[in-house]
């Protein structure tokens, strides 16, 4: 059983802080088991106490539902600036297959022009 590292009680359910790896009951880390458990596992292993958190941010510490917003706007973000990567990807050969189809289609007018000026002259 670990204690609180506020009151020193037994915390069954609470938050555990990644900078001085002690649990905290909710109430006693200032953060509710609402909020805390709406953070993402990534944020759960980043999170600290209110201690450490005041420790190195300072009197701006931005409040935790600021923090999960941005992390879930950049999640997204990622995830479409991955897609428009493999969208570039895909479209980079097409970029030089439309050279090779302009190539062709000149090409072709060559030809036709060729073909027409042969068939004026019989
Ligand atoms: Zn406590
Ligand atoms: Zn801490």
Redesign the pocket.
Same mark, same amino acid.
Not at 23 to 43: A, F, I, P
Not at 48 to 66: L, M
């Given at each position: 059983m670990v204690s &609180?590292g506020? &009151?020193s009680?037994d915390?069954t359910f609470g938050a555990l802080c990644s900078k001085c790896m002690m649990d905290?009951?909710y109430?006693?880390s200032g953060v509710t088991e609402k909020s805390y458990s709406k953070l993402s596992e990534r944020n759960k292993a980043t999170w600290v106490c209110i201690t450490c958190k005041n420790d190195a941010a300072g009197p701006s510490a931005a409040p935790a539902a600021s923090t999960t917003r941005a992390s879930a706007k950049g999640l997204s973000l990622e995830n479409v600036m991955e897609e428009f990567h493999k969208l570039n990807a895909k479209l980079s050969p097409l970029v030089s297959l439309v050279d090779d189809i302009r190539g062709i289609k000149a090409d072709v007018k060559e030809l036709k022009k060729a073909s027409s000026d042969t068939s004026t002259q019989f």
């Amino acid at each position: 059983m670990v204690s &609180c590292g506020k &009151c020193s009680e037994d915390v069954t359910f609470g938050a555990l802080c990644s900078k001085c790896m002690m649990d905290y009951h909710y109430q006693c880390s200032g953060v509710t088991e609402k909020s805390y458990s709406k953070l993402s596992e990534r944020n759960k292993a980043t999170w600290v106490c209110i201690t450490c958190k005041n420790d190195a941010a300072g009197p701006s510490a931005a409040p935790a539902a600021s923090t999960t917003r941005a992390s879930a706007k950049g999640l997204s973000l990622e995830n479409v600036m991955e897609e428009f990567h493999k969208l570039n990807a895909k479209l980079s050969p097409l970029v030089s297959l439309v050279d090779d189809i302009r190539g062709i289609k000149a090409d072709v007018k060559e030809l036709k022009k060729a073909s027409s000026d042969t068939s004026t002259q019989f």
